[in-house]
């Protein structure tokens, strides 16, 4: 490649001390805008200050309703006017959702603009599983003095939504308690589009900080900033042209009575989101939403990331509440938290106001409400959830076929091996670099033999060679993304010079499909699935690394609309496509980087270039349980960290977080040291080799979880809150959590050299170590210190659960599908335990046939039951699956062989006399040790029961005398 | 899972009759499935009815011998099951040799090449009996490969036949060269006495020749060609380093990287240094050429001007006597150690001189009479005698030389080259092979290239540096590998280094070349110096044909 930058000999005079000065590490933070780098953040952030700095109650919003008109059942309109601009008409619509206990849905919107533009307002289109949802038929609306009272909800709560028509203020009240006030600071602000007045723009710079105010016009600079680049801004060497001027908007949303808010993902924060404003203020800058691909990101920051996820919860110990904010343009979030309540201001650069109001009342209905607007998880295949081995990069056939076979040397379980960027020729993705990798077919087939998969990386640069089929057919089909001039849009990537499709085209939608067609891409199988990078989308010379944001898709929708649902729209696309590519269809699987709400629907996602430091495993945990509570619970992180070259201990530790992550894949990036657990002498490798299998081991409990949040939205790795709503002392954690309703409570250990980590419990039951089976009592609010020595970590299994296990570790998840089951039961102080399983063929959709098992265990102290279990999720009606044939469908009749071989039970307080199943004694051994139901701590007592011939279809019943 | 879950459900009925009641209760070590016959004894039933775990933790019923449950810890009541994770199924495989698998292979219906009777997947029938076919197979292979290390290891005994003569004739040569040398050292200690005797002669006569103003001139005019040389030779260095340092970034960075500054910086460089606008093959070598031959003629004619002997050019022009005693001869005493000074040392004595008169020239001490009255004036005479006597000692340091050379060969012969010097044949021998876009080289014991197919730049990618230093010397496995380090870095890496692992072959080649992690290379190499002996075959007689073969390969 030659290039025709020329150079002058000053630079190169830079360059050469550059190079000779030792390299630095980190992100270039200048490369990204803060809020006083960003027009409207600085216009639309102003405002706060503004309210903040006048005289107490001098400060009122401008906006006043007038009487509302009903539009349908359950959603009604108000005219909304401006002060300042009484001539410029908006439009509030409230509407109440007839599902999720009472939603409302906000709109405001500009009408009747004399100007071309128009916002915005296709964000619920890609979002919601339902663009418009179904409206309640129950809600009613009350309009006296001024005031519009909505009620709406299931009878057992009783929700209103007070509306204020001048100034402009809506509170939702649970039982006459305000609990979301929407405008309680007056910062709601809506920017009406103009043409730009060139006069007054020269005037602003020429003034620069006061506006002179002439004739008619009013005096607004007590409310609204103006902006020299509020019609066209330069940040660095790049230019906005901005044609629609300012279209931005603010609001505030307080919560009151609460201490609390979580979520905003994607951040690498604290769950519980610190202040960016006030006098207790964490960070300086607001928590930004605009999706990034950012060079070893800091550990602790509000900067904004790879994905974004405008949804927000709201937490105390009476209530819960949560806000999602359909928006996908530029989003900067401040939050303060006050004694009497935690206050945010959300600014954004365009789109139309589209906020949903769910009114919990605790996390878990937050988490079906979100399911409700969004959608729950794709159930994934169930080798997914085992363990990927990934590297930039395994560099031909001889090198994936020996990584494959090192692992069956030493014994490590592995099931999907990856293929980083170099497997393609000059980075044109499908396309095999056929030097390196002359037959992919026959080296995927052989990795398959073993029950294995093979992801290899499909990004959303295309390489800009009229050679290149992919390149051709989508300049062809006229599908690219276009610049402001409406000529394809071309930027530089791992490709050179590349182009982007653009996948709010529909006609992009077949065509991509057909790309992965094994007609023609010949040089793929149905074990190879997908990886989608680079996503947000990442443009090497682009502003803040992505696309300019005054390029057009399809609908003549700017960049700037439509950013954050870019790296979706990809995601999405790729996934039908590997549904559509077999009869009848599988499950997909595509990882993607970028992330906005609602992609939980198409697979998963990491949280992208890591380091290997201690700083950036600590903080994982966090980022991935706000993701968790945020919808977007198949998420993981690069084991060992992307960057950099991990101590043994680090990675050890490492491993352990990650195999407790729902997506546990190991990666590294080109210049590391190789660092495949197979690599490392013992007790190392012993201790990697370990905790991989540990996760073999669990997987019943990760497909259990992953099964539930695909009917009704929970996460899967649970926070302290979410679990224990009403502790206000685990409201702060997050570096603990429960895997989904197993009752497993794990810790990573993050810091180095630690010989003890210290455990929170919350709730008054025994808690027993899973390694050891010691027993700790009962105590709510205690604090345990557990030893753990790098070949350990905290993992504890709540008292009262039955945790399904499968011993027998395979070479691959799919080739224990036969294997018998383990049950470790953990009894509670009172004696008593339940658990589950869920079981399907873990590739098909035969599952929303019914054909699954789906167990209920319990253990009451006299008898030990399996029975079917039914879907009760609200959401199921619709998902089809309420009624299934426990035992006759065709995964059941497949899996009828299959046994429970051992079963375990800790805690009892004494030795049965006898066991029976069926009338006959089964064979079994007891072991004396600390009860249950008692004060001492101690290894537990233990018994064992061996082969007792149940199986996993059908109901039995284990009698104790 | 196609073709595991179409298997498994026609056999599904074996399967679900549940395996344990299915299989006959042992009655002797042989038919407890997947047991391997050395431990028959360790299985013998007892009256007791019981089984001892072969750790010896704990006794079990000897019916819980593979019932499908794991009740001894080191996993040996589970022979013939997938009950315990750490245990082994043994095959017998008819017809080709007995092998053995991971329990937890045991039933996961993967045919595994060491159970080629399928007898692991006794439940899953999965795997049909192929021991005939895989046998035989394995014979062939093995056969060819006993047969690569028949040849391979005849043409070692040559290696080490060659080695042998080597050995003697080295030790023959350092006996000659021992014996050479002591009558050199006579011959120099002669030359000595003669030197010193006309020294003492000519001495006086000098004394009057060194006063002249030209003669003063020279001397200054040579000091400050001194200084701007070493001057020029520094900033030469820096430039050097820092062409060094962008030709690594040009050659080694990574074009798909997002860094423009370092683009920029590279093409930059290119333009600088004429690469990139003239692209031509040819033009760039010969321009450096010319460069080089144009700096070489003046360095050498002012090495000859800094060396000339400025005091028997006195003698040349006669003596000439203006009387002034007080002239000096700056640094003459060091200047004329130049000429005592050996060829060999010559290059590092010159900078060590160069830096001393710099420091004398600051202290202060050059200048002053004592120093010049220390210097030697001579005439022709001596002149003759000490190069006479120079060149004798030279030519007594270069035998010294050969002679600890050849001591130190000698010395490596018994451990460096091989048990039995085999490799001595191989050092300084070269294997190559084209890989993409470049052709790999390694010579033995010397260094390891890369070389661009394309522009014929040429990378050094190490330096023999050690076998297989976990293993014992002498060892077989310690001639297994080899390592080259230290080679040119790698633009935002490691310095490039080289892993050959070696393997008996009737040829020296360079077999395939990878790169697991940035600039480290793994070569695959086999060599006939690897091909050690079966026992039956030592001794054997080199057959005709194979001899033909052997001499081709030589």
Not at chain 1, 853 to 866: A, M, P, V
Not at chain 2, 179 to 197: D, G, Y
């Amino acid at each position: 490649m030659r290039s025709s930058l020329s150079l002058s000999p000053l630079s190169l005079l830079v360059v050469l001390s550059l190079v000779l000065l030792p390299i630095t590490m980190g992100v270039k933070e200048e490369d990204f805008k803060k809020c006083s780098q960003s027009s409207f953040c600085r216009r639309l952030r102003s405002i706060a200050n503004k309210q903040e700095s006048a005289p107490s109650d001098t400060f009122t919003s401008p906006y006043s309703l007038s009487s509302p008109q009903a539009i349908q059942d359950g959603a009604w309109k108000w005219p909304l006017r401006s002060s300042l601009y009484p001539e410029i008409k908006f439009e509030l619509r409230a509407d109440v959702l007839a599902e999720g206990d009472g939603i409302i849905r906000l709109r405001i919107d500009e009408i009747g603009s004399t100007t071309p533009f128009k916002r915005y307002n296709e964000t619920a289109r890609w979002a919601l599983l339902d663009t418009n949802p179904p409206l309640s038929s129950s809600a009613t609306v009350k309009t006296t003095s001024g005031k519009s009272v909505i009620s709406y909800g299931p009878s057992s709560s009783k929700l209103s939504l007070e509306i204020q028509h001048s100034p402009l203020k809506i509170t939702q009240l649970r039982n006459g308690k305000p609990e979301i006030v929407f405008n309680e600071r007056s910062l709601f602000h809506m920017e009406h589009f103009r043409i730009k007045d060139v006069e007054k723009t020269e005037e602003i710079l020429s003034e620069s900080e006061q506006v002179v105010l002439k004739g008619d016009e009013q005096d607004r600079s007590w409310f609204e900033e103006s902006d020299i680049d509020a019609f066209e801004e330069t940040w660095k060497k790049w230019k906005d042209s901005k044609p629609k001027g300012p279209e931005g908007f603010s609001l505030d949303l307080t919560f009151p009575g609460v201490k609390h808010v979580y979520g905003l993902p994607e951040h690498a924060s604290p769950l519980s989101l610190p202040d960016t404003s006030g006098p207790n203020a964490h960070y300086s800058d607001p928590y930004r939403l605009y999706n990034v691909d950012i060079f070893e990101y800091l550990a602790d920051s509000p900067m904004s990331l790879y994905g974004a996820i405008p949804l927000l919860h709201a937490h105390a110990s009476d209530h819960s509440v949560g806000v999602l904010n359909l928006v996908a343009s530029d989003t900067f979030v401040d939050v303060r938290h006050d004694s009497d309540a935690v206050r945010t201001h959300w600014v954004s650069e365009s789109g139309i106001l589209d906020v949903l109001l769910l009114p919990g009342p605790k996390p878990q209905q937050l988490f079906e409400q979100y399911a409700v607007l969004t959608g729950p998880t794709s159930l994934p295949p169930q080798w997914s959830t085992a363990y990927h081995q990934c590297r930039w990069n395994y560099n031909d056939e001889d090198d994936v076929l020996q990584v494959d076979r090192k692992f069956d040397e030493a014994d490590i379980p592995l099931d999907v091996t990856w293929l980083d960027i170099e497997y393609a020729e000059e980075h044109r993705y499908f396309d095999w670099n056929n030097r390196f990798f002359p037959d992919p077919v026959k080296m995927i087939d052989a990795v398959a033999s073993k029950g294995r998969k093979m992801v290899a990386i499909i990004d959303p640069h295309i390489k800009k060679t009229d050679s290149f089929r992919i390149y051709s057919d989508a300049k062809d089909l006229d599908v690219l993304i276009k610049k402001a001039d409406g000529n394809n849009f071309e930027g530089w990537c791992w490709t050179g010079s590349s182009v982007w499709v653009d996948f709010f085209n529909e006609k992009s939608w077949t065509w991509w499909t057909k790309m992965f067609d094994f007609r023609t891409w010949k040089d793929s199988t149905n074990a190879l699935f997908i990886w989608n990078d680079m996503n947000e989308p990442s443009v090497f010379d682009g502003p803040e690394i992505s696309m300019p944001r005054d390029n057009i898709h399809a609908g003549g929708w700017e960049h700037r609309d439509v950013h954050n649902i870019n790296g979706m729209m990809f995601h999405n696309q790729t996934a039908h496509a590997l549904i559509a590519r077999e009869t009848p269809a599988k499950r997909p699987f595509v990882l993607s980087r970028s992330f906005f709400a609602g992609s939980h629907r198409y697979g998963a996602i990491w949280t992208g270039d890591n380091l290997g430091d201690w700083e950036h495993l600590a903080g994982e945990t966090a980022m991935l349980l706000s993701n968790n509570i945020a919808g977007m619970v198949f998420s993981g992180a690069d084991v060992g960290g992307f960057f950099g070259n991990p101590t043994p201990e680090l990675l050890v530790r490492w491993y352990q977080a990650g195999a407790f992550m729902p997506f546990f894949r190991a990666h590294a990036h080109i210049d590391t040291k190789r660092r495949e657990p197979y690599l490392f002498d013992e007790p190392i490798r012993g201790y990697l080799r370990d905790i991989i299998r540990l996760r073999y081991q669990l997987l019943p409990v990760w497909y259990n979880a992953f099964h539930d949040s695909s009917l009704t939205g929970v996460p899967i790795m649970r926070p302290q809150y979410a679990v224990f709503p009403e502790d206000e002392q685990g409201f702060a954690i997050d570096d603990q959590y429960y895997i989904g309703d197993s009752g497993l409570l794990f810790k990573p250990v993050v810091q180095e050299g630690a010989e003890t980590s210290q455990v929170y419990i919350s709730d008054a039951q025994p808690y027993y170590n899973y390694f050891t089976h010691h027993l700790y009592p009962a105590h709510a609010h205690q604090t345990l210190t557990l030893s753990t020595p790098l070949s350990t970590f905290p993992l504890l299994i709540q008292g009262g659960s039955i945790v399904p296990s499968r011993q027998r570790v395979r070479r691959s998840s799919p080739l224990m599908w036969q294997d018998p089951f383990t049950l470790t039961i953990a009894l509670s102080k009172e004696g008593k335990a339940s658990g589950q399983l869920y079981l399907d063929d873990g590739v098909s959709y035969g599952y929303e046939q019914g054909e699954y098992i789906w167990r209920r265990f319990h253990f009451d102290g006299k008898s030990l039951t399996s029975t079917s279990k039914t879907n009760t999720a609200p959401s199921s009606e619709e998902k089809g699956v309420v009624s299934y044939d426990a035992e006759n469908n065709n995964w059941a009749q497949a899996v009828s062989h299959v046994n429970i071989e051992s079963i375990t039970i800790l805690g009892l307080a004494n030795k049965p006399k006898s066991i029976k199943v069926g009338g006959q004694e089964v064979d079994w051994v007891y072991e004396n040790g600390v009860a249950s139901n008692g004060k001492k701590e101690g290894e537990s007592s233990l018994l064992k029961i061996k082969n007792p011939g149940v199986g996993v279809v059908g109901d039995w019943e284990i009698t104790f005398s | 899972m196609p073709s595991v879950a179409l298997f498994s459900l026609l056999t599904l009925l074996a399967y679900s009759a549940s395996p344990v009641s299915a299989e006959q209760k042992p009655i002797t070590p042989s038919s407890i499935r997947g047991l391997n016959p050395a431990l028959y004894d360790k299985y013998e039933p007892n009256p007791a009815g019981t089984f001892q775990c072969l750790d010896g933790s704990k006794i079990i019923k000897y019916s819980a011998i593979n019932d499908d449950y794991c009740d001894c810890p080191d996993g040996s009541d589970e022979p013939g099951t997938s009950a315990c994770s750490n245990g082994v199924f043994w095959c017998k495989n008819e017809g080709h040799i007995p092998g053995q698998v991971l329990s937890s292979r045991v039933n996961d219906g993967i045919c595994d090449p060491e159970c080629c009777d399928g007898s692991d997947e006794w439940a899953t029938g999965a795997c049909p009996d192929k021991c005939a076919e895989i046998g035989k197979k394995y014979r062939d292979e093995e056969e060819a490969i006993r047969k690569t290390r028949k040849t391979g290891a005849k043409i070692r005994g040559t290696y080490i036949k060659w080695a042998q003569g080597e050995k003697k004739r080295l030790e023959t040569e350092v006996e000659n060269k021992k014996k050479e040398l002591r009558e050199k050292e006579q011959e120099v200690e002669r030359a000595r006495v003669a030197l010193e005797k006309t020294e003492s002669k000519s001495k006086e006569e000098l004394e009057k020749k060194k006063t002249s103003p030209l003669y003063q001139s020279l001397l200054t005019h040579r000091l400050t060609l001194t200084r701007l040389r070493s001057k020029t030779q520094r900033l030469q260095d820096e430039l050097d380093t820092l062409h060094s340092i962008l030709d690594e970034l040009s050659k080694g960075y990574n074009p798909n990287y997002q860094d423009m500054a370092v683009k920029a910086a590279v093409v930059g460089y290119e333009e600088y240094t004429g690469k990139a606008a003239a692209p031509s093959e040819e033009e760039k070598p010969h321009v450096e050429e010319n460069k080089e031959e144009e700096e070489e003629i003046k360095d050498w004619e002012l090495d000859e001007l800094e060396r000339k002997d400025l005091e028997s050019l006195l003698w040349q022009s006669g003596p000439e006597d203006d009387g002034n005693d007080d002239d000096e001869e700056e640094g003459g005493l060091l200047w004329k150690i130049d000429e005592y000074i050996p060829d060999s040392l010559y290059d590092s004595w010159e900078s060590v001189r160069d830096t001393a008169i710099e420091w004398m020239i600051r202290l202060g001490l050059i200048g002053k009479k004592k120093a010049s009255k220390t210097s030697i004036a001579e005439g022709p005479h001596v002149a003759a005698a000490r190069d006479k006597h120079r060149g004798l000692s030279n030519e007594l340091n270069k035998l010294k030389n050969a002679v600890s050379d050849t001591e130190n060969t000698l010395e490596k012969m018994d451990k460096e080259y091989g048990p039995q010097a085999e490799w001595k044949k191989l050092d300084g021998v070269c294997v190559d092979k084209v890989s993409g876009d470049y052709t790999y080289e390694l010579c033995f014991f010397g260094k390891a290239t890369q070389k661009s197919n394309k522009d014929g730049a040429t990378n050094h990618m190490g330096t023999f540096s050690e076998w297989n230093t976990a293993a014992e010397q002498g060892s077989f496995e310690y001639y297994t590998k080899q390592l080259y380090k230290n080679g040119a870095r790698c633009w935002n890496g490691p310095l490039r280094s080289v892993s050959v692992d070696l393997s008996c072959g009737t040829q020296n080649a360079l077999l395939s070349i990878s790169e697991p992690e940035k600039c480290e290379y793994r070569y695959k190499v086999t060599t006939p110096a690897l091909c050690w002996p079966d026992e039956q075959d030592v001794g054997g007689s080199v057959k005709s044909e194979e001899e033909d073969k052997i001499k081709e390969e030589l």
